[in-house]
């Protein structure tokens, strides 16, 4: 096993490489630079700016001084302000994933709730009332759903806040819960985690269902053993395993954050970094943060595929 | 199972039901419980806590900030020899700050005297000298400020700023010194009347030379910064908001009173809008889109405030495009706008329809007087003017794009003109909208046929609107507008030195430019729109220098009311 996560990680290396020069390329190859502007610069300013930032060099040079800076670990300035990538993208991560955690618990639990729930209760009326919620959930947009939280919960009754994140923005309040506000965290947190839990609902039911149907089941229940018993340690962690296929890469999204909630709440995270990077033509934030997802995806997928192994004692890794 | 699924329909029908209910009875209400506060009393100072909200800003570095909303903050930190204020009759004029009276002029020597006894917020004299540092700075190649150019040739044209940025001459070069601590001598290649105007914008603001060479370009961290203008920076949170407290040694008055001063950064204007109602934010920009809802809201409604800006939106034509060349055709183009009608339908009334290029709150402000009858709607004129030009009933006319910003105000905007166009004229336009970027790439390199776009002021005078965006080969002149008469007019102005007689030469340009339509159509004059709570006070508003923030161009007169 160990020597299969070795593997893995080393394979990231190429993969990182590909993916840096690919995001290179295009960058490169959109129309417009960080400068472009409707009220035109002058060109000798823009000539000054350029050669401050070193991007009047060949896109070659550019492209392995690039490389060079990422080796030791320098992944730039964002045009921004001139802050440091790394630093913008460990802040903005530090919020997404707080963020996406507690998404990502809450749909698990939602989602495994109620779809344990709903196969327990085939057909009942539990059963329709929680693929009601489920589908609903599914269709619906997430930002669509964040404005029915915000004017509903907000605006008219002011339960909850709107603006920014009620956790800790930097590592220095991390230890300060008495900064935290928490009716800032909970209308982001339900808009990300339904689609997921909706999904994970469905998914856990139809498993769930697929399990209670076999006969190792039927077995269980001959030999007497209490039906909690028969459900939860014979049923429950086989139809687990198709619901662990979902949540790896459902991690990795939530995790690397929603543009559309972190710009609808102002959230101060990675995902809305990102696609303002991009629109802005900020070439080394848009280069850190593609990476960055880069590895997120892959290690993400590297612990869904451990788990499987934990999971289910056939899937042997190794040879 | 058919009861189940009755059960499940009426679930569903209930629920949207319930939600429908719930989100359209009513408006939105803030969440605060503010009373209507007696006038001018201001709030204990514990209770000065004011939150605005701004787009995230870029610097807070006055000499490389390109953008409204850096702008916005340093009008805040900073301070000018000289600043733009409203007289007795809102009208904008150039009072001095720093400086202690008008220039002495000499020829093209400005000799300004500062006040006595300035300091910076660590208590260091604030002196000539670092008026000297400031604007060498501006001019340096290494800084490669946006701005250098308002010190440069057409405009401030301070000796040797030009040959230093461009490496071809140094710093010392510059005509800028310091005679002694509180004299500052300036030499400009010729004077300019519109001095103590450019000397109040943020690119000659100073800051302090040992802390810019020892923290670099940290020195704007709250822990280092330095400023001399009524606030200063305790804290910073990248993609969150910015904090400021009043600076003990501020100059002038009046003394600030808002102890806390948080400026959150957010883009989405409707989000914005949205924290306004929870009584998250204490003012706010807002979209024109949510004009009916805050006008058929008693309470929003008595919290709306519109200010006219100096931006002028037109529809930009290249000149050099095959049809586009023929001036019947722009005019028929033009005279099929009911301007009106388009400011109503895609802004809802929030801006003023417009046939001229010189806006509303500067000098040399014509309005739609000179020109309505000429370039304005008028659909049997825009026929007319189409067949004259040789496609009678749009037979023969090519298909032209326009090229919009992908967003859905400004796709609405293409469509309406598309619309018109099409029913006046009966010709075929193509939208094509794209990012911002992209939309400006095309603009600067001139591959545009159609382009909505339009020009904001950076300071109150009409030599701004106009050189530079109309002189054969200007900067910013990217239709290929080329007019022997309007060169003329141009460089006159240029020239001149009576500002009377300067003004004259502006407004001459202005005609031909509209009268023609050499490059561009008029069709709005923006404004800023904001919701403020009637907890502020303070808030003068004026669209001539206003950016981000409603009256920020004195942060210093905002206050919150005793409730």
């Known amino acids: ?155 008219k009754l002011g339960w909850f806040q709107v603006l920014g994140w009620g956790g800790p923005i930097q590592f220095s309040q ?63 962690k086989n139809a687990l395993i198709p619901v662990l296929t979902v949540m790896g890469p459902i991690a990795a999204v939530l995790v690397t954050g929603s543009f559309i909630i972190e710009t609808v709440f102002a959230i101060p995270g990675v995902g809305r970094a990102f696609v303002d990077a991009v629109a802005r033509r900020d070439y080394a934030m848009i280069m850190g943060s593609t990476l960055f997802y880069a590895v997120i995806v892959a290690v993400a997928n590297l612990v869904v595929d451990v788990l499987y192994a934990a999971v289910d004692p056939r899937i042997r890794y190794g040879r | 199972m058919g009861e189940k699924k009755l059960g499940f329909l009426v679930l569903t029908a209930l629920t949207a039901i319930l939600t429908f209910a719930v989100v359209a009875c009513g408006g939105g209400e803030k969440k605060t419980s503010v009373e209507t506060p007696s006038a001018g009393g201001a709030a204990p100072p514990e209770q000065q806590v004011l939150v605005a909200q701004s787009a995230e800003p870029e610097f807070f570095d006055p000499h490389r900030s390109n953008f409204e909303q850096d702008i916005a903050v340093e009008r805040a930190l900073f301070r000018g020899l000289y600043q733009l204020e409203l007289d007795s ?90 005679i002694d601590d509180t004299t500052l001598e300036m030499t400009l290649k010729a004077p300019k009347p519109t001095f103590t105007t450019i000397m109040s914008l943020w690119a000659t603001f100073p800051v302090r030379q040992d802390i810019v ?32 407290a009043p600076n003990p040694n501020w100059a002038l008055e009046p003394k600030p009173l808002i102890q806390k001063l948080t400026v959150k950064f957010i883009d989405d204007q409707e989000v914005a809008f949205r924290a306004f109602q929870t009584g998250e934010l204490d003012m706010t920009n807002i979209p024109a889109t949510e004009i009916p809802t805050i006008q058929n809201d008693p309470n929003l409604k008595s919290q709306y405030l519109q200010i006219g800006s100096l931006r002028i939106w037109s529809i930009e034509m290249q000149l050099n495009n095959e049809v586009l060349k023929n001036e019947k055709v722009r005019l028929a183009l033009s005279r099929a706008i009911d301007r009106e009608s388009l400011v109503k339908v895609v802004y809802n009334d929030a801006y003023l329809p417009a046939t001229y290029w010189l806006v509303k709150g500067i000098p040399g402000f014509q309005g739609n007087g000179p020109f309505e009858n000429i370039i304005g709607f008028d659909e049997a004129a825009a026929k007319q003017a189409l067949a004259d030009a040789g496609y009678p009933n749009g037979q023969g006319f090519p298909k032209l794009t326009i090229t919009v910003t992908d967003n859905p105000v400004r796709k609405a905007e293409g469509e309406f003109l598309q619309q018109a166009w099409k029913q006046i004229l009966n010709i075929d336009t193509e939208i094509q909208a794209v990012d911002a970027k992209t939309r400006s790439s095309t603009f600067n390199s001139r591959e545009f046929e159609l382009f909505p776009g339009g020009w904001q002021n950076d300071y109150p005078d009409p030599e701004n609107s106009l050189i530079g965006l109309f002189d054969t080969g200007g900067g910013n002149n990217k239709y290929d507008c080329s007019d022997a008469d309007i060169d003329a007019k141009l460089s006159a102005a240029g020239a001149e030195t009576d500002n009377t007689k300067r ?39 004026n669209g001539a220098i206003d950016a981000s923030m409603p009256g920020n161009w004195c942060p210093e007169c905002w206050f919150i009311k005793a409730q």
């Open chain 1, 1 to 155: 096993m160990t020597s299969y996560i070795i593997r893995r990680i080393l394979q990231l290396i190429p993969v990182l490489w590909a993916v840096a020069t690919i995001t290179f390329i295009l960058m490169h190859m959109v129309p417009g630079g960080p400068f472009t502007q409707d009220k035109a610069l002058p060109a000798n300013i823009v000539a000054a700016l350029n050669r401050r930032y070193n991007l009047d060099e060949p896109l070659w040079k550019q492209y392995l001084l690039y490389l060079w800076n990422l080796l030791h670990g320098d992944l730039g300035l964002s045009f921004r302000g001139d802050r440091d990538v790394s630093q913008l993208i460990r802040d903005g991560f530090f919020v997404t994933a707080q963020l996406g955690v507690l998404a990502f618990i809450v749909a698990a639990v939602v989602g495994l709730g109620l779809g344990i729930f709903s196969a327990l209760n085939q057909n009942g009326v539990l059963d329709y009332v929680g693929v009601f919620f489920a589908t609903v959930g599914a269709a619906l947009p997430n930002f669509v759903m964040a404005s029915f939280l915000i004017i509903i919960f907000a605006v």
């Open chain 2, 89 to 178: 009759n809102d009208n904008v004029v150039a009072m001095p700050a720093m400086a202690a009276g008008e220039p002495q002029v000499s020829g093209n020597v400005y000799t300004i005297k500062l006040k006595d006894g300035l300091t910076w917020s660590d208590g260091k004299p604030l002196t000539a000298g670092d008026f000297e540092y400031s604007l060498k700075r501006e001019c340096s190649p290494d800084v490669a400020g946006p701005y250098q150019y308002v010190l440069g040739a057409g405009m401030l044209d301070l000796a040797g700023c030009d040959a230093y940025f461009n490496g071809e001459g140094t710093a010392d070069d510059v005509g800028v010194k310091a």
């Open chain 2, 213 to 244: 060479e020892k923290f670099g370009d940290k020195w704007t961290d709250p822990a280092n910064i330095v400023v001399n203008g009524p606030y200063t920076l305790t804290e910073f949170v990248a993609k969150d908001h910015v904090t400021l």
């Open chain 2, 503 to 541: 003004i004259q030469d502006l407004k001459d340009a202005e005609t031909l430019i509209v009268t023609r339509l050499c490059g561009a159509a008029p069709i709005w004059q923006g404004a800023f729109l904001y919701l403020v709570d009637p907890k502020v006070g303070g808030v003068r508003a």
């Open chain 1, 174 to 236: 991390a230890l300060d819960p008495s900064a935290w506000e928490w009716k800032k965290m909970v209308l982001p947190v339900i808009a990300v985690s339904t689609l997921p839990a909706a999904y994970i609902a469905r998914v856990t039911r139809a498993s769930m269902l697929e399990v209670l149907n076999q006969d190792y089941m039927r077995t269980a229940r001959a030999k007497g053993l209490a039906n909690l018993t028969v459900i939860g340690r014979h049923g429950l």
